[in-house]
């Protein structure tokens, strides 16, 4: 079963909260379901004073994100001796000769064939300086092993520092050795978009322009930005989830069909497909086509939440948004005049991303005045939770004339049984073990996302007319989204309609 490498897997920024809630316990699944190769070594790195021990404690075998059961603490010693810690001193930007001796000796004890990933989770500010001084120690050098860097998102701040990044990291080692996560693309039900159009005949030919409407992306998360605020703060809705992880699932039902499974023939028609996104600069197309909002004070899941405003770490007077709308158009031959709305927020009433391909009503309607013509036809493909299809259509209600009423097809991951689906990291930690990059992004998909996304936020920066709308939580979201959907449709809100808010409103 085990045909991953022995590796050494090094992580700058160990001390922080996506090692704690996500690497480590990730790195045990895998262990634990017999993935991993033998002689898999961690070794965390950071500033904070720690010692393997130390390390080993609150990482593995006080992880509160490793759900405890019967039997597994003896799973977690075995693994925790698998897990080391360096203590970097002061700084990043730092001789990593002693770094290197630490992985020199691990690689002669533990056997891990000189095979080294890197895995970057440090703030970003810090990938081009770590990425140098492994350079000056001769670290990244691929001679009879491979060396790799995973890079964390956000992968750049726009179009221009994300090139930056990229000639940083490109100057010290091959674009083939750089894995850039998003961790959308290691969910099974984002890779099943992939087999869901090009594993089926039934769908493809009806996948364009003659036969598609228009097209829905809806990520909704009902909690707030917690103790983020501060990172939020700097980002907001479009740069954190709109930029990467929505641009990802669009680029995968946009695309053309690859010539084959492998990763750069994939990639290559991604990239294509954000290219051909049509670039918005002309303000008053960007003012009718883009909304933005804030979550104001509420009630979510039952529970009174507070406005965004008075998160931990967010300026009183912020006007960074908590909510994205985005209308646009993809010019390219499949799918001119196709308009499609993406739309991410946080403090929505549920959790829950889902790709709603809405179909043209009949050209010629037989059965006009039955009630069908106001239910278009919808493909719904659920992301996330109940993970998903349904298919939308009509039947006749059975007795005189032609009623016509709306029936489902639904498939459930659930209905495959005993399953077991890979955590997001998981999957993608595997992938890059086996050197497997198809899941992960390329320097130019990621330019390509930023340069449509780029002049969307110059205008929400430096636009006259931009304007903010509160919401409560637990809404969702601004009204005036609605009206970004023409004719009578509006978004297909999951669950619960909650449509008038009373705090609605403009906050700047
Ligand atoms: N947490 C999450 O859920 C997610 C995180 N990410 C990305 O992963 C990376 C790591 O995230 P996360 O673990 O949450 O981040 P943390 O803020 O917890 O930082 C990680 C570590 O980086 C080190 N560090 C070095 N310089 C600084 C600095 N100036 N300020 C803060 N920390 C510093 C710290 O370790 P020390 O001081 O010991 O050196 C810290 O423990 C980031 O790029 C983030 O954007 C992406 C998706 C989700
Ligand atoms: O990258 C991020 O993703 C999470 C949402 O991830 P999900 O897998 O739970 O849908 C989001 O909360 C966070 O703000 C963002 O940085």
Redesign the pocket.
């Known amino acids: 079963m085990n045909k991953i490498p022995n590796q050494l897997l090094v992580i700058f920024?160990a001390?922080?909260?996506?090692?704690e809630?996500?690497l480590i316990p990730a790195l045990f699944n895998l262990f634990q379901g017999k993935h991993l190769s033998p002689r898999f070594t961690v070794l965390g790195v950071?500033?904070?004073t720690g010692d393997d021990a130390s390390f080993r404690e609150r990482m593995v075998l006080k992880n509160k994100f490793i759900p405890q059961t019967i039997g597994n603490f003896g799973l977690r010693k075995e693994f925790s001796e698998r897990v080391f810690y360096h203590d970097l001193g002061d700084s990043?930007d730092t001789d990593y000769g002693p770094l290197k001796d630490r992985i020199l000796a691990l690689d002669a004890d533990q056997g891990v064939a000189g095979n080294v990933i890197f895995y970057f989770?440090?703030?970003?500010s810090?990938y081009g300086t770590i990425a140098k001084n492994l350079h000056a120690r001769g670290l990244l050098e691929e001679l009879d092993s491979y060396r790799r860097l995973i890079v964390?998102?956000?992968f750049g701040y726009d179009l221009e520092s994300a090139r930056e990044l990229n000639r940083e990291l490109q100057q010290y080692c091959e674009e083939s050795q750089i894995y850039r996560i998003d961790h959308y693309l290691g969910k099974e039900t984002v890779q099943n978009l992939l087999v869901t159009r090009f594993a089926n005949s039934i769908f493809e030919p009806l996948w364009n322009r003659n036969y598609i409407r228009h097209v829905e992306i809806t990520n909704a998360e009902s909690e707030g930005v917690g103790k983020r605020g501060g990172?939020y703060e700097r980002s907001g809705a479009l740069r954190d989830m709109f930029q990467n992880h929505l641009l990802q699932i669009v680029s995968l039902v946009v695309m053309e069909p690859p010539i084959g499974p492998q990763p750069e023939e994939i990639r290559n028609e991604k990239v294509k497909a954000l290219k051909s996104l049509r670039v918005m600069t002309d303000p008053k197309v960007l003012f009718s086509h883009t909304i933005r909002g804030q979550y104001l004070a509420g009630s979510c899941n039952g529970e009174q939440a507070v406005g965004y405003r008075e998160e931990e770490g967010v300026d009183p007077q912020s006007t960074t948004e908590t909510y994205a709308a985005i209308k646009f158009y993809v010019d390219n031959w499949r799918w001119s005049g196709v308009p499609f709305y993406v739309r991410t927020a946080k403090r929505m009433p549920t959790k829950v991303t889902e790709v709603v391909i809405h179909f043209k009503t009949p050209h010629h309607q037989i059965f006009r005045g039955s009630g069908m013509e106001q239910y278009d036809n919808k493909l719904i493909i659920r992301i996330q939770p109940n993970e998903g299809m349904a298919i939308k259509f009509g039947v006749k209600v059975p007795g005189q004339g032609f009623e016509v009423a709306r029936a489902n097809l639904d498939f459930y991951y659930s209905d495959l049984g005993q399953v077991t689906v890979m955590e997001p990291y998981e999957r993608l930690l595997l992938d890059a073990m086996n050197g497997d990059a198809t899941l992960y992004a390329r320097a130019d998909e990621v330019e390509a996302a930023w340069k449509f996304v780029d002049p969307i936020l110059k205008y929400w920066q430096h636009g006259e007319d931009v304007v903010t709308y509160g919401y409560s939580s637990g809404m969702w979201g601004p009204k005036n989204a609605d009206e970004l959907i023409e004719g009578d449709f509006g978004w297909r809100n999951p669950g619960e309609h909650l449509r008038d808010d009373p705090a609605f409103c403009v906050i700047s």
């Open positions: 920024g001390s922080g909260d996506l090692t809630r996500k950071s500033r904070s990043y989770s440090t703030p970003p810090l964390e998102k956000p990172y």
